[in-house]
């Protein structure tokens, strides 16, 4: 037979091996987590996918009927609506999200303190474009007599709340499970003598606390960061002092709870290593020991080791606003200047690497600035990106600041490069009704609640466009989730029928917000393993 086989001629040139793609699909299904590059190669979906849904004014009323001091505001103003020196009388001036993404606390420049029930503000967005909050469903709504400019949780007793003011030297600790407007501990800041011997308060500024242990940290206008142990009393145990008296708009602790950092008025940030020496005996002792900072930096002269921008622009030495830790990537610290521009200082060697410079507020003619406000942005949990209210629009920017040289806002992107083929990355604005002051993302699905000047929250979502394979599967979950949702209000009103308190409330029908609470949490842990569990499934079948 090999007489008839013809012989082949041989190639004067060896033939490349094609090389295929590769697919990526398989290597989540190898390595049970998505790569990060490509997390961030879809980014620019997620980003596109953000639009308000809703927004929520503050028109709230007390027990007896009356409206509240930040909606008589609201009123009072509704014919000034674009007046600068009014706006500073009313707005929503801080916003923070629960671990668990279940409850909402807000405060106001009028001294309102609002916990809201986010499943409920979420619902009710989907509901109609005019979206009424229902005050019956309300966690906690009370009023201070006093001006209120920060709220956090505290994450070592999710039941509280723990708020603060810039013209008042304390505090105020609340638990949310109790129906009463007096807090349930305050913790006081030493005033400081002057040359005539008076005492001159301090205001606070921002607020930090940790998971493990019973510390708060507190800044306040006097460059001081104030740290509490709860156990020791009312006053503070330890200070973190700097060598200005400028205030400390804003600090943050890193995850691990070793380092702060606090940013002030002067444009500088300062470093503190809470695991050195002296600050282990400070907590077992009652004697109050102050502590200089580890390092520091001048913000604007790291700006100008970015030549680009020193040859087009004039980098001079600007307000902080706000600095924030990547949950996604713990070595950037974000920060948000006082004329709008946004980027990230990487902790490792003290550089710039992300900026992002919009328009000056005088370019668009615009009357948005407002010095006495201070813009709190937030990150979102995955993928790096940032959410800032801008200085000059209404509306918010989602920033990608992923730490490669693939993100468009990196000092180093070429966009000619940094893009791959069909795909462009840039960050995106989002349209608002309001002009924005401090943005909330919510710690497990990424929705973001913006705050704005004229006392309104806004509901920023995604809007996905699913398959037909994940909308069977979605509807065979809603019947699951539908059921589940019945036995839990069934549960919720058999438990609440037993549970009642009677503080400062003339009505003896209310349920016991502390079980409730409980509850809630409870079911809401056991609600998303469940879909956890559902989409877990739906990705091995994909």
Same mark, same amino acid.
């Not at 697919?23 to 596109?48: A, C, M, T």
């Not at 400019?149 to 109790?178: K, P, T």
């Not at 040289?405 to 608002?432: I, M, Y």
């Not at 909330?440 to 699913?466: C, D, F, M, W």
């Given at each position: ?161 723990? #708020?603060? $003011? ?5 505090? !105020?600790?609340?638990? =949310?499970?109790? %129906?009463?407007?007096?807090? &349930? +501990? ?103 020991? #102050?502590? $200089? ?5 001048? !913000?604007?002269?790291? =700006?100008?080791? %970015?030549?680009?921008?020193? &040859? +087009? ?230």
């Amino acid at each position: 037979m090999e007489k008839y086989l013809v012989p082949l001629e041989p190639l004067n040139e060896v033939s490349k091996p094609v090389r295929r793609q590769q697919w990526r699909r398989s290597l989540i299904e190898l390595n049970g987590r998505f790569d990060p590059k490509y997390r961030h190669s879809v980014s620019d979906l997620l980003i596109q996918s953000y639009s308000e849904v809703g927004a929520f004014p503050h028109l709230y009323h007390h027990l007896n009927g009356t409206p509240c001091l930040t909606h008589i505001n609201r009123v009072s103003n509704a014919g000034y609506i674009h007046g600068q020196a009014l706006i500073k009388k009313e707005g929503i001036s801080a916003l923070d999200f629960d671990n668990k993404g279940i409850y909402l606390v807000s405060v106001t420049k009028s001294g309102c303190l609002t916990v809201h029930d986010f499943e409920t503000l979420y619902c009710q967005s989907n509901q109609s474009s005019e979206c009424v909050e229902d005050e019956a469903k309300l966690v906690l709504h009370l009023t201070r007599q006093q001006q209120l400019d920060c709220v956090r949780w505290n994450l070592a007793n999710q039941d509280e709340v723990v #708020c603060s $003011s810039l013209r008042s030297n304390n505090l !105020l600790v609340f638990d =949310i499970g109790y %129906i009463t407007s007096e807090p &349930a +501990q305050v913790l006081k800041i030493r005033p400081t003598l002057s040359l005539h011997n008076f005492n001159l308060d301090k205001g606070v500024s921002d607020i930090a606390s940790t998971a493990g242990d019973s510390r708060l940290f507190a800044s306040d206008t006097h460059g001081v960061i104030n740290v509490w142990d709860r156990r020791l009393g009312v006053f503070p145990c330890l200070e973190l002092t700097t060598n200005s008296r400028s205030t400390i708009n804003s600090i943050q602790l890193n995850l691990e709870n070793q380092i702060i950092y606090g940013a002030n008025k002067d444009g500088v940030i300062y470093m503190w290593d809470l695991r050195g020496g002296r600050p282990a005996s400070a907590f077992r002792s009652h004697k109050e020991i #102050c502590h $200089s900072p580890l390092t520091s930096l001048k !913000l604007s002269s790291v =700006i100008m080791k %970015i030549g680009l921008l020193k &040859a +087009q622009s004039d980098i001079i030495a600007k307000e902080i606003h706000s600095i924030n830790i990547n949950p996604s990537c713990p070595h950037q610290l974000a920060f948000h200047l006082d004329d709008g521009w946004s980027g990230v200082l990487d902790t490792f060697n003290f550089d710039v690497t992300h900026i992002h410079c919009p328009p000056p507020a005088w370019l668009n003619e615009s009357n948005l600035a407002d010095s006495s406000c201070l813009r709190k942005p937030s990150w979102l949990p995955t993928n790096s990106i940032y959410a800032v209210g801008s200085s000059s629009d209404i509306g918010i920017y989602l920033l990608d600041f992923y730490p490669d040289h693939s993100s468009p806002s990196h000092v180093d992107f070429k966009e000619d490069e940094g893009n791959a083929p069909g795909v462009t990355k840039q960050n995106r604005f989002v349209p608002l009704s309001e002009p924005v002051t401090s943005c909330a993302v919510h710690p497990l699905n990424g929705s973001i609640i913006a705050g704005t000047k004229i006392i309104t929250k806004e509901v920023v979502k995604r809007q996905l466009q699913l398959g037909s394979h994940f909308q069977q599967t979605s509807s065979i979950l809603g019947k699951h989730c539908c059921g589940l949702y019945k036995e839990h209000k069934y549960f919720e009103l058999r438990t609440t029928m037993h549970c009642r308190v009677h503080l400062n409330c003339e009505e003896p029908s209310l349920p016991c917000p502390k079980s409730r609470i409980r509850i809630k949490r409870k079911l809401f842990h056991l609600r998303h393993l469940f879909e956890r569990c559902i989409e877990s499934d739906f990705s091995s079948q994909c």
